[in-house]
């Protein structure tokens, strides 16, 4: 048997907990040895009996010398009473629902018991303590011990699965394979950073001899994980390098032309981000790079400037984004922006069998409007194929198997957290499915949530980083206050207004209808009761006909009809519509320059990052913007999460803080990539990341193909299996 061999190797281990092992992703050997308890108790000194203290967990040894049970006067439970004695004393013990234990321990037994003592008319007496059997009967030989006299392991709790069992069958498993568990990590690695040696690192880890040594070992396991990862990572980063990819010649007077015919001028962010990625673009391997801006940093027209010299050289762009909305207002604005060229740019949206037109729009350099044209689907995807649509802007429908691009050498993904890993995969591996192409595209991944630092360098280590650490100018911070049910009317009366003077105000609620579920939350745990959370459907009508008769309002959320929503947005961008309430559908990206308010019903239902993006819909102008977080929600976590909206100086800040709030696992949804437990725990550790991103890369330069460590080779191979990252 080998450390990769299934547990059902194992007899010992019956179909029954092989199901069970299964569920929590246990399959081998190994599965179960990186199995980490997530914290111990303590009971390594055994007290004699005379010196039990009361209220106190307390690990005593002694002999049985009686054991029995009894019913209570109703009947209802079985109470297993016994009596042990050591040198100094004796004491009652009493379990309760436990009637087999008079099987398991007899009259006459030496056992170890740790439990918490209590008192009752009757004396002191242990309740329900952990036991385990002593095999020497005069002298108590701890040193076997797996559940009591000692410092024990506490596994993460599992349906079925309980930390006595796992001890039992870990005790087990480390006593069979101790000494086939070989090195993984390399001799230099371990000595440079002091780390515990594998083999006594599991056993620490497991059955540890102290508090000390267990943290020593989850130590060295941190580091392997997150060092396994740095390599995956980067492993795949050298495998990319070896990738062609189109090389796409830089048109710099055209581009300067773009540039010369826009309204405002590019912040030098802008300007820089936008020369990092052209000089990607030349070269003849795939372009791998996440582009970050926070919300309203004007990312749109760079990644129009990328497309813009892609499509000059003859080349297709897909511009992929999570919301249809989104891609409609993206249609709506490309055409005009590339007027001056003659660029052909398509949407295509919504599921296949639901849409039987698409929209072609040809951008013209007579400097009128583009022209908007409708074609049936199958022609647009004809058109796609053969190379003479240039910029295909729409939803998931772009990684559909019937989309074929003839000439495609340039993905966007715009708001990439929205999108799974597989979904990325696929746009990029596209034109090679489809047509047995050698190269690939190049991948522009776009994000206004910021990624901290040591997800950075981990989760998201393939890939190249612009950042836009600018905001165009005359942008002012938007004032964000939370509002309590008290102070609602003033906020009614500063949005009438601000109406007034021309601007307009978005209001977000949780939900639809009453009684429905929230509308794309990320934060589900928070949602205690349904009985006040603010819906769509009422708040518009309290809204339209209580508080604000005379302004005009709308309403926008998922279950409106396609056509209805684009012109409920086209109305709201033309300024037919003072306030817009809507459901978390405007979540992203959406774009309405002189919109100033941004009012949010039930904010504690959010996730920050949620919440900033909801902000960031306003403040997109020089006008001064608002935000308005309505709370009825006295929860700590709810305080602490709306101070940070209130404090923090960035998006930046902002997602450190829910980084920290959420932790790794909740945050962008990570539970996803299959990180194991312990990695996820230290991914916010930015040293403990920097470290092994060091080690890695020293080890991958001296060594690409890990040939001379054969051991951390396999081991990379199984683990890589089990982990998906961007
Ligand atoms: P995001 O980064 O959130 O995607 P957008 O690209 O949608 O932001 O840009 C936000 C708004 O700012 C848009 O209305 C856009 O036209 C405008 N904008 C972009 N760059 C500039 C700039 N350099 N100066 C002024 N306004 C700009
Ligand atoms: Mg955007």
């Excluded at 003839?406 to 993904?413: D, V, W």
């Excluded at 009453?514 to 939350?521: A, S, Y």
Aim: with cysteine; charged share 30%.
């Amino acid at each position: 048997m080998k450390l990769d061999t299934s547990v059902k190797k194992i007899s010992r281990i019956g179909p029954v907990f092989q199901k069970k092992l299964e569920k929590i992703g246990i399959k081998t050997i190994e599965d179960v040895l990186f199995h980490y308890p997530h914290r111990y108790e303590d009971f390594s000194n055994i007290h004699p009996i005379s010196k039990v203290k009361i209220n106190q967990t307390n690990c005593i040894a002694g002999k049985i010398l009686e054991i029995k049970n009894s019913r209570t006067w109703k009947k209802k439970i079985i109470i297993t009473e016994a009596v042990v004695e050591d040198k100094n004393g004796a004491i009652k013990v009493i379990w309760f629902n436990q009637p087999y234990l008079i099987r398991v321990l007899k009259k006459g037994d030496n056992v170890c018991l740790a439990g918490k003592a209590s008192l009752d008319k009757e004396g002191i007496y242990l309740s329900s303590p952990s036991y385990e059997k002593l095999s020497l009967a005069s002298n108590y030989s701890t040193s076997d011990l797996i559940h009591t006299g000692r410092i024990i392991p506490i596994y993460p709790e599992t349906e079925g699965l309980s930390s006595k069992w796992l001890r039992w069958i870990l005790k087990l498993i480390l006593e069979k394979f101790k000494n086939q568990i070989e090195e993984s990590l390399p001799e230099k690695v371990i000595k440079k950073y002091n780390l515990l040696p594998i083999q006594e690192a599991i056993w620490q880890i497991h059955f540890p001899n102290s508090i000390k040594l267990a943290e020593k070992a989850k130590e060295r396991f941190s580091f392997e994980e997150l060092f396994l990862i740095e390599l995956a990572v980067l492993k795949e980063r050298l495998k990319l390098n070896q990738e062609k990819a189109p090389s796409i010649p830089l048109n710099l007077d055209l581009i300067k032309e773009f540039v010369d015919s826009l309204p405002f001028k590019l912040t030098d962010a802008q300007k820089k981000c936008s020369w990092q990625i052209l000089k990607d673009l030349e070269k003849p391997r795939p372009m791998s790079r996440l582009f970050q801006g926070d919300v309203g940093s004007g990312k749109t027209i760079v990644a129009l400037i990328a497309s813009l010299n892609t499509v000059l050289s003859g080349y297709q762009v897909a511009f992929m984004v999570p919301t249809e909305i989104l891609a409609k207002q993206h249609f709506q604005q490309v055409p005009k922006l590339l007027k001056p060229f003659k660029v052909r740019i398509a949407l295509l949206t919504g599921k296949e069998d639901k849409i039987v037109s698409q929209k072609l729009a040809y951008s013209t350099s007579s400097g009128l409007n583009p022209e908007i044209l409708e074609i049936s689907r199958n022609k647009l995807l004809d058109k796609i194929r053969k190379g003479e649509i240039d910029i295909l802007i729409g939803t998931h429908s772009l990684i559909q198997d019937k989309v074929k691009f003839g000439n495609l050498a340039l993905c966007i993904i715009d708001e990439q957290h929205r999108f799974g890993v597989e979904q990325r995969t696929k746009l990029i591996q596209q034109p090679r499915i489809n047509s047995k192409n050698l190269k690939i595209p190049h991948l522009l991944s776009m994000t206004a949530t910021p990624i901290p630092r040591s997800l950075a360098l981990t989760v998201y280590g393939d890939l190249d980083l612009s950042i836009l650490d600018e905001m165009p100018k005359g942008r002012k911070k938007v004032i964000t206050k939370v509002v309590s049910l008290k102070e609602k009317n003033e906020a009614y009366n500063f949005i009438r207004k601000r109406v007034k003077a021309g601007e307009q105000v978005f209001v977000i609620c949780p939900r639809i209808e009453p009684g429905d579920k929230q509308q794309g939350t990320s934060d589900k745990k928070n949602i205690s009761s349904w009985t006040d959370v603010k819906a769509v459907k009422e708040e518009y009508k309290k809204l339209s006909k209580e508080i604000f008769p005379n302004l005009t309002i709308e309403m926008l959320h998922s279950k409106i009809k396609t056509k209805e929503k684009e012109k409920i947005m086209k109305d709201f961008r033309n300024k037919k519509i003072d306030i817009l309430v809507s459901t978390s559908v405007v979540e992203v990206g959406i774009d309405i320059p002189q919109a100033t308010v941004m009012m949010i019903e039930g904010a504690e239902r959010f996730g920050l990052a949620q919440l900033h993006q909801f902000r960031g819909r306003v403040g997109r102008s020089d006008l001064q913007s608002y935000c308005f977080l309505f709370t009825e929600s006295k929860a700590k976590k709810t305080r602490q999460r709306l101070t940070a909206m209130l404090k923090a100086k960035d998006g930046f800040e902002l997602a450190q803080k829910d980084l920290e709030i959420r932790g790794p696992g909740n945050f962008f949804g990570a539970r996803q990539w299959g990180i194991p437990d312990l990695a996820m725990e230290n991914l916010k550790n930015l040293q403990l990341v920097e470290k092994t991103r060091e080690s890695a890369k020293e080890i991958l330069i001296e060594n690409p193909g890990l040939k001379n460590y054969p051991i951390l080779k396999e081991r990379l191979k199984r683990f890589k299996k089990k982990i998906h990252l961007e």
